[in-house]
């Protein structure tokens, strides 16, 4: 079964400080992985994913994330946070790649941007 | 950009209680989900469709849950008889066709409270 672990379910960091949102996760096939946003009062909103390719992945906002296959771990980051990245991040996974689609979530990480 | 769109955003019911939740999927996606996030809790599967059948459902998604198209556009999730911890938010997510990438676009979610 699948499995995703966020660490730190609260982070806070400084404006213009680097952002880490951590991921781990596990499958027992080649996964696909996905972090989701979440603003208050809104839906989830895609980040960035990975499917196939380059383990480097870019997203919106400016968010980055890469696949580490040896360490099961696809981290969340940023290089310089903003005010309105306040919100939490939730990892996924599923595994598209046996044909199951249903999205396996962490508990996701509540991101405090201080000015 | 389309965006799935649910009703209501927020429901209060009796324990006992039949519910619809409804949602609006982007309309050429092939694909629907239902999620749900327990206050404080993961977001988890429920339930995926396709072709006019179900094709996951977790555990959660026992005989008191049912979904269906009734009109080809609106996808809803029925819950028969409520219970208090029926109360959650409720995402609906669609995807594309594309059976390799498929990224699930969710809904503002539908806010249930059962008492």
């Known amino acids: 079964a699948q499995s995703v672990t966020q660490l730190g379910s609260h982070v806070s960091v400084s404006e213009g400080a680097l952002v880490l949102l951590r991921c781990n996760y596990s499958?027992?096939?080649?996964?696909?992985l996905f972090w989701y946003v979440q603003y208050p009062n809104q839906g989830l909103q895609l980040l960035l994913k990975?499917?196939?390719?380059?383990?480097l992945v870019k997203g919106i906002n400016g968010f980055e994330a890469e696949f580490k296959k040896s360490e099961t771990s696809f981290h969340l980051t940023k290089p310089s946070a903003h005010m309105s990245d306040a919100a939490e991040y939730f990892c996924?996974?599923?595994?598209?790649?046996?044909?199951?689609?249903?999205?396996?979530f962490g508990s996701g990480t509540r991101l405090q941007v201080q000015p | 950009e389309p965006e799935v769109t649910q009703t209501p955003s927020h429901q209060v019911t009796q324990m006992g209680q039949e519910v619809i939740l409804r949602c609006v999927p982007i309309?050429?996606?092939?694909?629907f989900y239902w999620y749900r996030q327990i206050l404080g809790q993961k977001v988890e599967f429920l339930v995926s469709?396709?072709?006019?059948?179900?094709?996951?459902k977790s555990e959660i998604f026992d005989d008191q849950f049912s979904v269906e198209r009734p009109d080809g556009s609106n996808f809803t999730l029925k819950i028969r008889s409520t219970k208090l911890e029926d109360s959650a938010m409720y995402f609906c997510?669609?995807?594309?066709?594309?059976?390799?990438?498929?990224?699930?676009?969710f809904g503002p979610g539908t806010r249930l409270l059962v008492l």
């Open positions: 990975y499917t196939t390719g380059a383990t």
């Open positions: 996924a996974v599923s595994d598209l790649g046996t044909g199951r689609r249903a999205l396996t």
């Open positions: 997510a669609t995807g594309g066709g594309q059976a390799k990438e498929e990224t699930q676009y």
């Open positions: 469709f396709y072709n006019n059948e179900i094709s996951e």
């Open positions: 309309s050429n996606h092939l694909y």
């Open positions: 499958s027992s096939v080649p996964p696909y």
